[in-house]
């Protein structure tokens, strides 16, 4: 077996984490409980939306002799998605809003044990 050399950085031993000698077992910690929608659900619903109306409108409305009507869907379907995407933000910041005012309070106990960090 060989020696270690002498130039070898040395490594330090790591000393055992005490951080949890420090603090009693059972101790409990306020914590905020709250349920938070998702963003891309809402912007993805709202775009959805703003094209399917574009695409009723364009099919429902006059025709034209000057473009066709999947055109008309088309150019409809961009103005219309932007504004349910728009309408989608909205929706997800009441969403958000509603959720915040039913956050309660509790508290939490930290797990001693194997699966404990």
């Known amino acids: 077996m060989e020696s270690p050399r002498d130039d070898a950085p040395k490594i330090p031993e790591r000393e055992p984490d005490r951080g949890s000698e420090d603090r009693p077992a059972a101790a409990s910690v306020p914590v905020v409980v709250r349920r938070s929608p998702k963003f891309w659900p809402f ?9 399917l109306v574009a695409i009723i409108s364009a099919y429902t409305g006059a025709g034209s002799a000057e473009f066709t009507r999947a055109s008309v869907a088309g150019f409809l379907a961009v103005f219309f998605g932007l504004a349910g995407v728009l309408v989608g933000c ?7 809003r509603v959720g915040a005012k039913r956050a309660t309070r509790t508290t939490a106990v930290p797990l001693d044990g194997p699966g404990a960090p």
């Open 43 to 51: 912007v993805g619903a709202g775009a959805v939306l703003g094209v």
């Open 90 to 96: 909205i929706a997800y910041l009441v969403a958000d």
